[in-house]
Each structure stands twice: as C-alpha cells, then as structure tokens.
C-alpha cells in the first residue's frame, strides 16, 4: 500500500549548522507532498508543499524538492536555528482523496545553542 | 481567533471508563478530522466529517464515536476505554473546495488508560 517513510530521530545539530531530514514515499500514483512542523506543545501547521514532479517548496528558509524518479522529498535547511527544534512529518495525499492524508511517523531535531 | 482548540489537554481514565473529547473551531470550516498519534507512528485518521450532521469512518475506527451536530465542533467519544487507546489526539479543520486546503491542527490531548 501507500507509505511514507521518514528517517529516525532524533537528529541532533548544532546551531547553524546544515539539515536534511529523509523522506520517501511508496505511491501507486502521482500524489501531493507535504511537510508539516510541530513546535513543543502545539498542534501539526503545514510547512511546505509540492504537487507535482520537480517542484520546490520552501518556507521560513526551508525547502523540499519533488523527485520523482527517488520517490523522495527531503527537507533542507542551510543553517538551522535553537527556534526550529520541532517534530517534522512529512505526509501525501492523492489528488482523489479529498480526506486523507498519509503520515510519516515523524522526526525529531534537537538543535543546541 | 482561536483556530482549533481541544478539550481536555490531558486525561488520565481507567479501563471500561468513557469520555468525550471536544474540538472546536472558528474558520468556518466545513471538514474536520480526529487522528491519533502513537511514538513510532505518523498521524492515523480515526474518523472525519465533511459537514454538520454527517460523519465517517477513517482508518482506525474501532472503539470510537464521534458526532458533528454544530458546524463548529466535532466530537469524538470513547465509549469503554482501553489501554491501547493510550495516545494523543489532534483535531483538524480544513475549507472546503478542490485540490489542497491545509488542514489546521489543535494543540492536542495526551490521554491515558490504565
């Protein structure tokens, strides 16, 4: 069935330091990507999107491209900050499926002064 | 506006016991949803609702109930709780129309079953 994947935190850096975090998908079709953020003690907030093959999303100086031919969609940041310690998912959802995403287990990153 | 809010935060029940959790929004918002969150595990989708007075399953119904008689809120019921039903749990909302509307989250509620 469908899925996503996601590398295992936590993953722990340095302030300014460079940030992937791994996500990969089995999908039968061509779905939408996301990556939702959860900050401590707070509900999920979308972080950025990608709807289709080769597009870039990128917000609060993050991005995400979406490879099709890796099925991927890693989460990039040139030099992260103490403020982005959060839980990161990334998720799916069909063009068909009005409801459901499909989640990743989430991501942990720990960023220490 | 608030957004999403949910009620309790925490909750700690015995087995057999019940409860309601509520959420509530103020977008206006036509879709809701209840997922739960277990460690290891992305977000799994309990039931949701695509307008007032209608309901429907996800993809972990089981030993839940939920109701949408106001627009605004959505609740979700556990009838004779369990402790496999130890988990947090998020509320969401979301405009309706096509392609893709973000879906606004609640600060979730940690609840445990002993």
């Known amino acids: 069935g469908d899925s996503v994947t996601q590398m295992e935190g936590p993953v722990t850096l340095s302030e300014e330091a460079f940030l992937t975090i791994n996500c990969t998908y089995t999908a039968t079709g061509y779905p939408s990507l996301f990556w939702y953020v959860q900050y401590p003690g707070e509900g999920l907030q979308l972080l950025l999107k990608?709807?289709?093959a080769d597009d870039k999303g990128s917000n609060k100086g993050f991005e995400a491209t979406y490879r099709k031919e890796t099925t991927s969609f890693h989460l990039e940041k040139g030099s992260v900050q103490v403020s982005d310690s959060a839980v990161y998912f990334c998720?799916?959802?069909?063009?068909?499926?009005?409801?459901?995403?499909?989640w990743g287990a989430g991501t942990k990153l720990i960023i220490k002064p | 506006n608030a957004g999403v809010t949910q009620t309790p935060k925490f909750r700690v029940l015995k087995t057999g016991q019940s409860m309601t959790l509520l959420c509530a929004q103020d977008?206006?918002?036509?879709?809701m949803y209840w997922y739960r969150q277990d460690p290891g595990m992305g977000l799994r989708l309990i039931h949701y609702s695509v307008g007032e007075g209608t309901t429907a399953k996800g993809e972990v119904p089981d030993g839940y109930n939920v109701s949408r008689l106001k627009k605004q809120n959505f609740l979700l019921g556990l009838e004779s709780a369990a402790p496999s039903q130890t988990s947090v749990y998020f509320c969401?909302?979301?405009?309706?129309?096509?392609?893709?509307?973000?879906?606004?989250f609640g600060p979730g509620t940690r609840l445990t079953v002993l």
């Open positions: 977008m206006n918002h036509e879709y």
């Open positions: 998720a799916l959802k069909f063009p068909d499926s009005n409801y459901q995403l499909i």
């Open positions: 990608a709807t289709k």
């Open positions: 969401a909302s979301r405009p309706q129309g096509g392609g893709y509307n973000e879906q606004f």
